[in-house]
């Protein structure tokens, strides 16, 4: 029975971990633990030395103001307001400011807006190496490296947009090549829509102006006619004097020849010298073809957003982050000096 015991109490003393023992081994290992720990640290920092760096630049932006869009406001709220006038338009649309900025962001999130900036810049053409797959490899990098964030009103974030580069001056100069790029085309896209716009209405307002023509035209040949025929009429029966006490507006068209001759041949001559009259609206409306007869007056350099932060030149780099890259590296380096420390432990 003695001896069972004592081997289930040896084993147990097998098992017991020897914390002691261990601290003992490893601080006479301390060497190899402080010298793999300084290597791994001189390493990353090696590393952090020839690794590709990336500085990133952010812009935020919003809405532009009325005179940011110079010229463009003003003709394009007359639009509006001929649209608004003819009742195809809501009163509550939304503003010219906010359809220009919505063409802006719609242009700098756009992929294809990525892709022209970069084609156009030097900083891809200097690294470029001439193999196609090679560069179309780099230039989608490139356009992955220009990111843009939608605000959040419930959150009180604005629209943002962040670009990365090699360095922070190549960050920050490139970030405002590409919103002024963006904007440019936004611009260009808005100019277009509303030459598009102007020379609709400008065919819209000639088709209403014949159309008044037209119908006063018809009023006209329709009032000469009457005349003509209540004076043919006179004429036969030789009525020389009005024969109705019923003052002349009054009368219908089949009674005018009660009129007598000579008041209908002066009427008649009075309408053949007027001619067709038209309405105040009238008026209006060839006031306005005239003015879109002109033509719009492009500005092709108007602003479509502001800035709510400027980029600026980043102060510190994103990648590599030399400082936690070498504190990782040094805890890896002590732990595997431990495993070394252990290793080369002798059996007791």
């Known amino acids: 029975m003695k001896q069972p015991l004592l081997e289930a109490q040896a084993r147990g003393n097998e098992n017991e971990l020897d914390i002691r023992g261990l601290f003992r081994t490893l601080w006479a290992g301390k060497v190899w633990i402080v010298g793999i720990a300084l290597l791994f640290a001189l390493g990353a920092f090696v590393y952090t030395l020839f690794a590709r760096q990336e500085w990133s630049a952010t812009a935020i932006t919003d809405r532009p103001t009325v005179n940011m869009l110079g010229g463009f406001y003003s003709q394009q709220q007359f639009l509006r307001n001929l649209d608004i006038k003819a009742n195809n338009a809501p009163v509550d649309q939304p503003s010219v400011m906010d359809d220009a900025y919505k063409e802006f962001i719609m242009q700098l999130s756009s992929w294809d807006t990525r892709r022209d900036f970069w084609l156009q810049t030097d900083y891809f053409k200097q690294r470029k190496v001439g193999n196609s797959k090679a560069d179309a490899a780099l230039l989608d990098e490139l356009i992955d490296n220009i990111q843009f964030t939608a605000g959040d009103l419930t959150r009180n974030l604005s629209d943002n947009v962040r670009l990365v580069a090699e360095t922070g001056p190549d960050a920050n100069n490139l970030l405002r090549q590409y919103v002024a790029f963006a904007s440019q085309r936004a611009a260009s896209h808005l100019n277009d829509e509303l030459k598009g716009a102007w020379a609709a209405r400008t065919i819209q307002m000639k088709a209403q102006v014949k159309r008044q023509e037209a119908v006063a035209k018809a009023i006209y040949d329709r009032k000469v006619h009457s005349v003509q025929q209540a004076l ?81 030149e980043p102060v510190k780099r994103d990648s590599p982050r030399r400082a936690f890259l070498m504190i990782m590296w040094g805890i890896v380096g002590v732990l595997t000096g431990a495993g070394v420390a252990l290793a080369r432990r002798r059996p007791e």
């Open 232 to 312: 043919r009429v006179a004429q036969q029966h030789n009525i020389d004097r009005s024969e109705t006490e019923v003052p002349p507006d009054e009368l219908p068209d089949s009674e005018l020849f009660m009129l007598g001759r000579p008041l209908l041949q002066a009427r008649l001559e009075n309408l053949q010298a007027v001619g067709a009259t038209y309405d105040i609206d009238y008026d209006q409306n060839r006031a306005m073809l005239a003015t879109l007869n002109v033509g719009p007056v492009l500005d092709p350099l108007f602003q479509t957003y502001r800035y709510l932060r400027t980029p600026e």
